[in-house]
């Protein structure tokens, strides 16, 4: 199995960018399609992104298409979600998220999840 550690999050203005990163460990980081969720205080979680094993295969919600950019360095078994151009409804706890089998972008095929960072985008 992995764990998964998010970093990044903090306080920003409209228009800032943001770079979160999910750190991993344990089992090869490069066995597992990652994701990123978000959740807005009083809303359900939601899809934001993902990215294939190899990198070469990404998907976006279209709240952030053309704004956010995922990417990952196996090597040091992290990954990274990219945030430009920031909204105040960008504003929600981001988690990373793992699962051994293709890219998807329901929560259910993810199997391990990170605690979440914060993420709040001031007007």
């Known amino acids: 199995q992995v764990q998964l550690v998010e970093s990044g999050g903090g306080l920003v203005q409209a228009g800032d960018s943001l770079r979160l990163s999910c750190a991993a460990s344990?089992?090869?980081?490069?066995?597992?399609?990652m994701g990123w969720f978000r959740q807005a205080r009083g809303k359900e979680r939601e899809f934001v992104g993902t990215?294939?094993?190899?990198?070469?295969?990404?998907r976006y919600a279209d709240s952030v298409k053309g704004r956010f950019t995922i990417s990952r360095d196996n090597a040091k078994s992290t990954g990274y979600l990219q945030m430009n151009s920031m909204k105040p409804e960008d504003t929600a706890v981001y988690y990373c998220?793992?699962?051994?089998?293709?890219?998807?972008?329901?929560?259910?095929?993810?199997?391990?999840w990170g605690q979440g960072t914060q993420v709040t985008v001031s007007s």
């Open positions: 998220a793992a699962d051994l089998g293709g890219v998807f972008q329901r929560m259910s095929e993810y199997d391990y």
């Open positions: 344990g089992r090869a980081f490069s066995d597992y399609t």
């Open positions: 990215i294939s094993r190899s990198g070469d295969i990404t």
